[in-house]
């Protein structure tokens, strides 16, 4: 029965979080985006009339105060009408559907080379010698700390423009992906395989692994079969971390490598001020952090069944 409860409350806190994060967008965008009906009749350079602006703010309710809006909005979304675009005339939610396919490819590779880096290299480092940790720590430093614009350009320069072994632009064939994949998952990989060397570090101290070397266990065999399992909590419990770098590299990464996806169309929406669209992806973004979330309790019950003792 506690359990059910500690469902129900996560169910909750998550319905909670998608309110609240389409509340603030709403009010952000529609409190600092300026004049919408100047966005939907082209932009400035469309020179739109003001009879024109004045038909167009009826038209859409932008006339009115904007509780109402946000009443008409919170109503719509009750419905799962997520509105429809001002600049490509279509709904919000078709836009979105065209778009995510390359955006979920990307970011699942990237997330899969970033989990893999991150465990091989700080399996490779734990536990070894000061001078090794320090440079590993310093290396992970460097990388997580360098903008993903900056990493993103320096693979262009070198993989695209110089030896010429991976396309620039595009999303044509699985070479495309390797560069802003790579780009994604550098400055992930660095963060999680900090936290995980760390880890590993305090559970190789513990006596049931002085245990298992005394079986006459290899240091690998050890850190795999031993250290590593009860060390990988903390990094399930990071993927909201991850997914959350996934979804704002997307955008730079999609910009920088001109790839479609999802970060595209909320770089250009924010841009030319469409609203219903910023909206959309906000609480696109906003569900999957949730479901993520939820997902990571499982698994961590999955990974220390101790923890479903405590949910109870």
Do not use: C
């Amino acid at each position: 029965m506690k359990l059910i409860r500690h469902v129900l409350l996560r169910l909750a806190i998550g319905i909670g979080v998608l309110w609240g994060a389409a509340t603030l967008t709403f009010l952000m965008v529609n409190v600092t985006s300026g004049d919408a009906a100047v966005a939907i009749l082209g932009g400035p350079d469309a020179l739109p009339t003001p009879d024109a602006l004045a038909r167009v703010r009826s038209e859409y309710g932008l006339d009115q105060p904007i509780m109402v809006r946000y009443g008409r909005y919170v109503e719509h979304l009750a419905r799962g009408d997520l509105g429809e675009s001002y600049r490509l005339h279509v709904p919000v939610a078709q836009a979105i559907r065209q778009q995510i396919g390359p955006t979920i490819r990307l970011a699942i590779v990237a997330a899969g080379l970033a989990v893999f880096s991150a465990l091989l290299f700080a399996t490779l480092t734990a536990g070894r010698g000061r001078s090794v940790r320090s440079a590993a720590s310093g290396l992970e430093l460097v990388i997580s700390s360098t903008p993903s614009f900056v990493t993103g350009i320096l693979l262009l320069i070198a993989f695209s423009f110089r030896w010429h072994w991976f396309p620039a632009a595009g999303n044509e064939g699985w070479r495309s992906l390797v560069l802003p994949a790579v780009t994604l998952a550098l400055p992930l990989a660095a963060v999680l395989s900090q936290v995980l060397r760390s880890e590993l570090d305090e559970v190789l101290e513990q006596p049931f692994i002085a245990m298992a070397r005394a079986r006459g266990l290899s240091e690998a065999g050890v850190k795999i079969f031993h250290a590593l399992r009860h060390a990988l909590i903390p990094l399930v419990t990071l993927s909201s971390f991850v997914l959350a770098g996934l979804l704002g590299g997307a955008v730079i990464a999609e910009s920088l490598f001109s790839r479609q996806g999802i970060g595209r169309l909320m770089l250009d929406a924010t841009t030319n001020k469409d609203i219903p669209v910023v909206l959309g992806v906000t609480l696109m973004a906003a569900f999957v952090y949730v479901i993520v979330n939820f997902l990571v309790d499982l698994a961590n019950v999955a990974i220390d069944p101790r923890l479903a003792d405590e949910a109870r």
